[in-house]
């Protein structure tokens, strides 16, 4: 049986702290429904039955491999060497990840240093942490460091950032009285003049992402000096494949650098787990969360490793405490500092490089077929685009499917208003033969929806 300190005086001195008549009260914004759900459950099985429902339930999974997939929106399905599970199958690495201990965790220590050393080195900018959760939580992070550095309360965001990263900002906004901008685009980019005349005094960041959601790339650095002429930071949410092909945004003036690793050789496995990054500019780096590993000598003159900065509440004071950050993902980390290494950045260009060349190769082969064109046609992208369907891209999709194909993600799913659009990739693993297997099944798919069209008419 619990035992709860709080006498029923203190309870109500607390409720009314927060401005609250009853502990129901605290639960308002859950919706009604979910607050007290029914939970109809089968009745209980054995061991021997159990471990059977639940091989029949597994078996209904099905592999992307199994399938040509398109499917990218955030999550790729990327070559993973064999060295990378190699590595963290180590028990070494995957019992004692967590270096509490620094003269204990050297080896773990070492990786960290690495990890945020190739952050750096592809981001451009001067520091990285030892990780955060994933992308979209290092996005909500960098927002907090703006706040805190600017002293302002609202953060502009282009909406060709991930929905779900502008989604998580909005949570973590809620909670600190921080509001979310979303600036509209232009044909998938940024357009220089709607920014500037977002941006005020009450901005604390412009946050947009390289490539977009949409798979878009255009000029950084205009944009990042924008943010700085209205005395904002400008963060940039990236993939590091493209930074090993493109100029970082480091170079193009962007103060804080965000991303998710888990293109960096982490299997797409059902949404996680995934590994975000954080790079700043030297003058954020107190600010950073999370933690910080060092490179220093011992009292031997031997080289060491060290938790260098702590930025955290189990630290420091909570009121003082960047983040409530509590440990980084250090074995996904070491899972993309292993893929990084292995890879090197002639490695990680030459991947990107054959993702971008078949994606551009797909896309003209799509847009040669009557009916399918680009979204963006205008606009430069690397290994995403976003192409229109003749009808619902939910519809394509699922004909798709029955053919043997993930075509992509139907954008409808996210934006009712883009009902047509589908977000298709390529990827270094999407092969010549599945390219020209998804252009004649997406020629076949169209024909035969515009037959069916016109036996209605």
């Known amino acids: 049986m619990a035992y709860l300190p709080n006498s029923d005086a203190e309870r109500r001195e607390m ?18 429904a979910l607050r007290n759900p029914a939970i109809d459950l089968p009745p209980p099985l054995s061991e021997q039955d159990l471990v059977a429902e639940l091989e029949r339930l597994a078996a209904r999974n099905r592999s992307l491999s199994a399938y040509d997939s398109f499917l990218g929106a955030g999550v790729y399905r990327r070559f993973s060497p064999a060295i990378v599970r190699g590595t963290i199958s180590r028990p070494e690495f995957y019992t004692a990840y967590t ?66 990263t502008i989604a998580v900002l909005r949570t973590f906004g809620e909670g600190r009285r921080i509001a979310v901008d979303v600036v509209a685009t232009g044909d998938g980019v940024l357009v220089l003049e709607t920014v500037r005349a977002t941006l005020t005094a009450e901005h604390a960041a412009l946050l947009v992402q390289y490539p977009s959601f949409a798979g878009t790339i255009q000029d950084l650095a205009p944009l990042a000096q924008a943010a700085h002429d209205a005395g904002a930071l400008a963060i940039c949410a990236t993939d ?27 299997p797409a496995s059902f949404g996680g787990p995934h590994v975000g990054f954080m790079a700043v500019a030297q003058a954020q780096m107190r600010r950073i969360p999370g ?41 996904i980390a070491l899972a993309a500092t292993v893929y990084m290494a292995h890879m090197g950045a002639g490695g990680m260009r030459a991947v990107a490089e054959v993702s971008a060349q078949r994606a551009h190769h797909l896309a003209s082969l799509l847009t040669a077929i009557d009916g399918l064109s680009l979204a963006h046609a205008s606009t430069p992208f690397l290994w995403e685009f976003v192409l229109r369907t003749p009808s619902s891209a939910a519809s394509f999709a699922t ?48 024909a035969s929806e515009r037959s069916v069209a016109m036996a209605h008419a």
């Open 99 to 164: 270096p509490y201990q620094a003269e204990a965790s050297q080896g773990t220590l070492q990786t960290i240093f690495e990890f945020q050393s190739m952050i750096c080195a592809l981001t451009g900018l001067d520091v990285a942490n030892a990780s955060l959760y994933d992308g979209a939580t290092a996005a909500a992070e960098a927002m907090v460091i703006a706040v805190q550095a600017t002293g302002r309360t609202r953060i502009a965001v282009a909406d060709t950032v991930h929905p779900e």
């Open 399 to 446: 004909a798709m499917h029955q053919r043997g194909i993930v075509a992509g993600l139907p954008l409808g799913r996210i934006d009712a208003t883009r009902d047509g659009e589908l977000l298709v990739c390529c990827t270094e693993l999407t092969s010549p033969q599945a390219i020209d297997r998804y252009a004649a099944a997406a020629a076949d798919v169209v």
């Open 291 to 331: 933690r910080l590993a060092g490179m220093t000598l011992d009292h031997d003159g031997r080289r060491a490793y060290t938790l260098t900065l702590q930025a955290r509440e189990q630290h420091i004071r909570r009121e003082h405490a960047t983040s409530n950050i509590c440990t980084n993902h250090a074995l």
């Open 15 to 32: 409720l009314d702290a927060v401005g609250a008549a009853s502990e129901a009260d605290l639960f308002t914004t859950i919706p009604a």
């Open 240 to 266: 590091l494949h493209a930074c090993a092909m493109l100029t970082p945004p480091g170079e193009s003036g962007f103060d804080v650098t965000v991303g998710d690793g888990q293109p960096l050789g982490i």
